[in-house]
């Protein structure tokens, strides 16, 4: 058994086949009003290869003028983010161990080479409560680390239906996605991965 870094808590097939359907049918009702747009790096203004959406009250962008920062509304739209389902808020309330609710869900979409480079989460003013991560679609080699840049890290895959969290001495923990097996999983149509994260931002 491979040994995680303390905080890191990876449940292989936490979701059922039949409920990441559901969800994969909640996000697409997302996407339709929420498009998926293209992030852009701050100060470079270098287009990210991951595609993202939101829902809840918050929802995480970037663009080269802003930077990365957490917003009420749509870059594209202007419209407020979608509510977020039930359903993720139900899987928050049985993983994070946390009485507060979450404020957002950032919904990633890879194609196939699609990727993301080793990143903190460190946009939200609390960190207390975890990060908690839903993977949908094509199997990905996700990769942690410490809270140092340059530390070891850990390699491993996520499939459709594990939920990853990320707790504790690893809230803040380097961590990316190297890359995406392309025709691993046949719940998208189209292939691709879906990661959502579920997060609270503000102080409870
Ligand atoms: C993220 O760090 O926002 C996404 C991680 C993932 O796609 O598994
Ligand atoms: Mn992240």
Redesign the pocket.
Known sequence: MQVLPPGIHLIPGYLERSQQQEILHEIREIIRIAPLFRPTMPRTGRPLS?RMSSCGELG?VSDKQGGYRYQHNHPVTALAWPDMPQSLINIWQELSSCPCLPQSC?I?F?DQIAK?GL?Q?KDEEYFDAP?I?L?LGDT?L?RVGSKSRGGRTTSFK?QSGDA?ILAGASRLAF???DRIYPDTSTLLKNGG?I?L?LRRVTKP
Request: net charge neutral.
């Open positions: 991951v995480w950032l990633n890879y993301m990143h989460d990060i991560s993977s990905c996700f996520l990853l961590h990316g996605v991965r990661n994260t």
